[in-house]
């Protein structure tokens, strides 16, 4: 059974930072495309940021710069680093898992981001 459980969301003020967590079981992680979406109160759900198994990184244009996504094989968990925060990167962030590029196989439950004065 996979799991991918998500941790470190939280509130911040703009120009903030956090680093969110998603640790996978259930799942040979290496061979697996990891990604983080999001979704912000009556809008779709959109990809933040994906790492392949080659560790080849794809980013929103709105966060380029920002945010930095990477992935420990032994810890068989991706992270994703959020710094300079805005009001517009409030959202739930979900990882997922899969084994072809932009065909997410698994998701997690979500954490919440609310960046806020």
């Known amino acids: 059974q996979v799991q991918l459980v998500e941790s470190g969301g939280g509130a911040v003020q703009p120009g903030g930072s956090l680093r969110l967590s998603c640790a996978a079981s259930?799942?040979?992680?290496?061979?697996?495309?990891m990604g983080w979406y999001r979704q912000a109160p009556g809008k779709q759900r959109e990809l933040v940021a994906r790492i392949t198994s080659g560790e080849t990184t794809n980013y929103a244009e709105s966060v380029k710069g920002r945010f930095t996504i990477s992935r420990d094989n032994a810890k068989n968990t991706v992270y994703l680093q959020m710094n300079s925060l805005k009001p517009e990167d409030t959202a739930v962030y979900y990882c997922?898992?899969?084994?072809?590029?932009?065909?997410?196989?698994?998701w997690g439950q979500g954490t919440q981001v609310t960046v806020s004065s």
């Open positions: 259930g799942l040979t992680f290496s061979i697996y495309v």
């Open positions: 997922n898992a899969g084994i072809v590029v932009g065909s997410p196989a698994y």
